[in-house]
């Protein structure tokens, strides 16, 4: 049973950066992709990037591409998630996910262990 644990979130200006990282143990971590998803408060849990077992594959929802990055190291267990030029809307929850299997998906019903989240505030 896998165990992840977020960090790295926070409050920070329209235009700011912050660097959220996600810590894994309890199952063999290169065996699965990693993705980020997020959560507005009164809206649905949403998708907003994916890495694959091996990282060769990325995928980013359209609302974050070119501002985020996503980056694992599976000598360490870690998923990032480098997050740049912030809007208010980036405003969420963030969660890191360890997929099913090891190639990427955006749908969430791939994913079968969950970290307990960690806030990001964006103001403007």
């Known amino acids: 049973q896998a165990q992840l644990v977020e960090s790295g979130g926070g409050m920070v200006q329209a235009g700011g950066s912050l660097r959220l990282s996600c810590a894994a143990s309890g199952r063999t971590f290169s065996n699965y992709a990693m993705g980020w998803f997020r959560q507005a408060p009164g809206k649905e849990r949403e998708f907003v990037a994916v890495i694959s077992r091996f990282g060769g594959v990325k995928d980013y929802a359209d609302s974050v591409k070119g501002r985020f990055t996503i980056s694992r190291d599976n000598a360490k267990n870690t998923v990032d998630l480098q997050l740049n030029s912030l809007k208010p809307e980036d405003t969420a929850v963030y969660y890191c996910?360890?997929?099913?299997?090891?190639?990427?998906?955006?749908?969430?019903?791939?994913?079968?262990?969950w970290g307990q989240g960690t806030q990001v505030t964006v103001s403007s």
């Open positions: 996910a360890s997929g099913r299997i090891g190639t990427v998906s955006r749908s969430i019903r791939e994913y079968d262990y």
